[in-house]
């Protein structure tokens, strides 16, 4: 993450996980340092993730980007939102769900050239 960081992209969180929850998994993986923001489903209005999505795009105003994601909710909310769909082979991924992915990667690692290949700029 922090190569992307350096390269100029912003990351953020979008989880279907709880504010406490995720507050919590940032501060022990020390990931407050790369992650401009986190956002908890608990903040949008309902509970599809593509309008979670859509609060950060607002919020920050991005033109172009990426969601990564392990489940279908991820994908859906990049293509809900007019974003490049990262699929990403973590622990709850399934393959059936990541074919709807407009990529598909085994680790974070691979991001980089995903975003360099899809030309989505920092």
Known sequence: MAGLVAEGYRVFIASNGLVRYLAAIVEY???DEWVRETFSIE???SSDKAELVRM??????VTEGAVV???LSDIRAA?????L????????AQE????EA??????LADLREVLKRSQVKG
């Open 79 to 83: 293509k809900a939102n007019d974003l």
């Open 56 to 61: 950060i795009i607002e919020k920050y105003d």
């Open 102 to 107: 407009d990529a598909v990667i085994d680790n």
């Open 96 to 99: 059936q769900e990541l074919k």
């Open 43 to 45: 903040q949008a209005e």
């Open 29 to 31: 993986y020390g990931l």
């Open 69 to 71: 994601g392990d489940r």
């Open 85 to 92: 769909a990262v699929g990403c082979r973590f622990d709850f």
